[in-house]
């Protein structure tokens, strides 16, 4: 089950390409579509990842990520089905768009809204104080 969209909704989203993720008898092939919602669900969540707890549950933040689901899941439908020739122009776009917005996340440009921040370290050192070691190299060197 997919956290950000749903096969139904990709099923939608593909409603004016005819053909694509279909099977021999016509039907709509679910299986293909979760694993590319999977698939898409993972990339975003490896980008997301960097800052959020993941998978986002914030309503808004949902709701964006949703539309990059289906965006990314859109062109890997498109990018597996030549005989529907190349991917049209417009969701070239809205994936280039998508893969930005990804990015200015994951360098902090962009924020998802509500969403739960990974904890942030103030890094630092740490030391340890301790005895002298006993098995060391020079004093093991016979054994």
Known sequence: ???????DELQ????PYPGLLTLDDGSFDVALAQAYLDSVEAEIDSCAAERYVTPVEAPRAVSMLKNWALTLAEELAHNANVSHGETPDNVKARVKAVRDGMVSIREGEMSLIGADELPTSAGGMSEIDAD???MTRGKLGGW
Request: proline share 7%.
């Open 132 to 134: 002298e070691p006993q």
């Open 1 to 7: 089950m997919s956290t950000y969209a749903t096969t």
């Open 12 to 15: 939608k989203r593909l409603a």
